[in-house]
């Protein structure tokens, strides 16, 4: 994928869903990921989902993969001051070069208390 | 849970001095990374590592740059010469197998003055 997007900015109040979109660009990814950034911190791994897969839920987050749309989303139900982050989605640069990550640009969420 | 740890957190350096970035991989995985974040920017790919030479690399990755596995555990990044532009936040990261998720560590932020 040459390009992966992301809007740059949510806020939530504490206790709501927290949506987190992202389009990518290579419909043959293998894998798509999730990455969280905290102030001064690393790149955590969140979650990831497989490409033939629709669907993934592991306690409070919810990946959804729209293939047709190369669209990608991150819920966080009941969102929590801990989750305030950068959040990157990141997909393969292509299916040869699985190793090679594109990053989106990250989303900054905000959770209000 | 076993991460990738990174030395030091922070580097500052004069223009035309070389640097060498420290990463300690996770014990059982066999790929190595570095990507690299300008401030503002993306986090960009650098190169992979593999069975002890470089199994791709991007753009960025040119004469300046190498790496290193030096014994069975450090993966490093070195950095001849460096520029003002160099400045950034570098990424080590490591995978089990080449298609696996990626760790990342906390990152070094570099400063090149």
């Known amino acids: 994928g040459e390009d992966v997007e992301q809007s740059l900015f949510l806020s939530v109040r504490e206790g709501d869903s927290s949506v987190i979109n992202c389009t990518y660009t290579?419909?043959?990814?293998?894998?798509l990921y999730w990455y969280k950034q905290e102030p001064g911190a690393g790149l955590q791994l969140l979650t990831y989902i497989f490409s033939n897969m629709d669907m993934k839920q592991d306690q409070r987050l919810t990946v959804l993969l729209n293939k047709k749309d190369k669209h990608l989303s991150l819920r966080i139900a009941d969102t929590q001051t801990g989750d305030s982050a950068i959040y990157f989605c990141?997909?393969?640069?292509?299916?040869?070069?699985?190793?090679?990550?594109?990053f989106g640009s990250g989303t900054q969420l905000t959770v209000l208390p | 849970e076993p991460e990738v740890t990174q030395t030091p957190s922070h580097q500052v350096t004069q223009m035309g001095q070389e640097v060498i970035l420290r990463c300690v991989p996770i014990?059982?995985?066999?790929?190595f990374y570095w990507y690299r974040q300008i401030l503002g920017q993306k986090v960009e790919f650098l190169v992979s590592?593999?069975?002890?030479?470089?199994?791709?690399k991007s753009e960025i990755f040119d004469d300046q740059f190498s790496v290193e596995r030096p014994d069975g555990s450090n993966f490093t990044l070195k950095i001849r010469s460096t520029k003002l532009e160099d400045s950034a936040m570098y990424f080590c990261a490591s995978s089990e197998i080449g298609d696996s998720p990626l760790h990342f560590g906390n990152g070094t932020r570099l400063t090149v003055t």
């Open positions: 290579d419909s043959s990814s293998t894998y």
């Open positions: 590592f593999y069975n002890n030479e470089i199994s791709e």
């Open positions: 014990s059982n995985h066999l790929y």
């Open positions: 990141a997909e393969p640069q292509s299916p040869g070069s699985a190793r090679q990550l594109t």
